[in-house]
């Protein structure tokens, strides 16, 4: 089956209420297999555009920053960790990496050192012991999730007590506008045409591989549940928030 149809088979809109109906969980890993190959997250790290590098260079800074690595010994995870473009920036620490997709699973083993263990795994289910980890990496992935609050509540699970995890999420509200704004310049190809042969950006990624849109006060909210939320970074500027860097610690 193509990308395209799979993708429409397994996830289509309410267009009045505009929410996305959930995909089947049965069929959740290959649906996320197909939208990793369609858009490719690696890509955005070397996007030809400047200011889309620009986003994501500042993103992962500021994650590292919030991160306060300190010790060799520390067991730190990255879950959802794509092609290792967060890990390979993390210098200190046993470092471990899960993601359900096999295909990204393969770049980030060509990208990063023998010394990082990488799994194949689902964040709403992490095969690891309770307190298994002093610091968590969890960077543009809740947003695909059938569940969010199931993965924070595993991540709460593994962390060491005084342990500190580091989450983003984009800001769809804003980043559709901005689309919205440069379609109708007829700009929109200039920002977000890819190389490499990878389809369009959709105008809004809600319509694709998105599952949930909230807003910040919504993610605050949920990450309160298992959380105190210590930290929150507006990327790439403090007036342009396209997306949020959060520091939470395990309460």
């Given amino acids: 089956m193509r990308i395209a149809e799979l ?3 397994i996830l289509f809109w309410n267009t009045e209420m505009r929410e996305p109906i959930r995909v089947k969980p049965e069929r959740f890993k290959e649906w996320n297999e197909a939208m990793v190959r369609k858009y490719d997250p690696d890509a955005f790290h070397h996007h030809p555009n400047p200011f889309v ?10 994650i590292l920053r919030l991160m306060d690595i300190r010790c060799e010994d ?3 995870l990255e879950i959802g960790c794509g092609a290792g473009n967060v890990l390979e ?12 997709s096999a295909s990204i699973l393969g770049k980030a083993k060509q990208k990063l050192s023998k010394q990082v263990t990488l799994l194949q795994a689902d964040a709403q289910s992490l095969p690891f012991k309770d307190q298994a ?10 947003e695909h999730l059938l569940e969010p609050l199931a993965s924070l509540e595993e991540m709460a699970r593994v962390l060491n007590r005084g342990g500190v995890v580091v989450v983003s999420v984009p800001n769809e509200l804003w980043i559709n506008r901005i689309k919205r ?3 109708r310049l007829r700009v929109f190809d200039l920002f977000f045409c890819r190389k490499g042969g990878y389809e369009r950006m959709p105008e809004n990624m809600e319509d694709e591989w998105h599952l949930h849109a909230y807003p910040i006060g919504e993610w605050l909210a949920l990450f309160s549940k298992s959380f105190r939320v210590s930290c929150v970074k507006r990327i790439p500027f ?3 928030p396209l997306r949020y860097v ?3 610690e395990r309460k």
């Fill in 133 to 142: 980890f002093k610091q968590l990496i969890c960077s543009e992935v809740l």
């Fill in 74 to 76: 520390d067991h730190i």
């Fill in 7 to 9: 993708a429409w088979s």
């Fill in 246 to 248: 959060i520091r939470l």
């Fill in 53 to 62: 590098r620009l986003i994501e260079g500042k993103r992962v800074k500021s």
């Fill in 181 to 183: 704004t440069l379609i």
């Fill in 238 to 240: 403090f007036c342009l």
């Fill in 89 to 100: 920036q993390v210098h200190r620490g046993n470092l471990w990496g899960i993601d359900i």
